[in-house]
């Protein structure tokens, strides 16, 4: 696709991209970028690499806990 339809078809091509396509885009004919979809890394990995750095220093109160009601007020605003 070249230039001028991507810039009028956007919102199309980054709805292709998400859906795992690749796009390329070309300037007179010749394809200078491609869209592709971002994998995101594996949720938690940050978390999970951060184990223990906190330990000792977060202090959670015996409150801490939300009642069914307190949760369905949070939810239902």
Not at 18 to 45: F, H, M, T
């Amino acid at each position: 696709m070249n230039v001028g339809q991507a810039k009028t078809e956007l919102s199309k091509l980054l709805s292709m991209a998400e859906a795992g396509e690749e796009v390329e885009i070309a300037r007179n004919g010749v394809p200078v970028v491609r869209l592709v979809p971002i994998r995101s890394a594996k949720p938690g990995r940050r978390f999970l690499a951060a184990k223990g750095t906190l330990a000792g220093q977060i202090r959670i109160g015996g409150d801490f806990e939300f009642t069914d009601a307190e949760l369905d007020e949070m939810f239902d605003q």
